[in-house]
């Protein structure tokens, strides 16, 4: 679904950046008590961070899982 709102920014070290995240863990395998479908395939993952981007979610949380 598309994003109707651009995120809200912070900016930290002179660098804007978003408050809001994409987690990025089931970029790369089954992650999530609610995740039924497993590793989402390489262009939904695209489509997934070209829309947060379009949005402006400028941060990704790739933290081990």
């Known amino acids: 679904l598309p994003l109707k709102k651009k995120a809200e920014m912070k900016e930290i070290l002179r660098f804007p950046l978003s408050r809001l995240m994409i987690g990025t863990a089931q970029f790369g395998f089954d ?7 497993g590793v989402p395939g390489f262009m939904d993952i695209c489509a997934m961070l070209e ?3 379009s949005a402006g979610i400028n941060c990704l949380d790739t933290a081990a899982a």
């Open 51 to 53: 829309e947060a981007a």
């Open 31 to 37: 992650y999530g008590v609610a995740n039924y479908s």
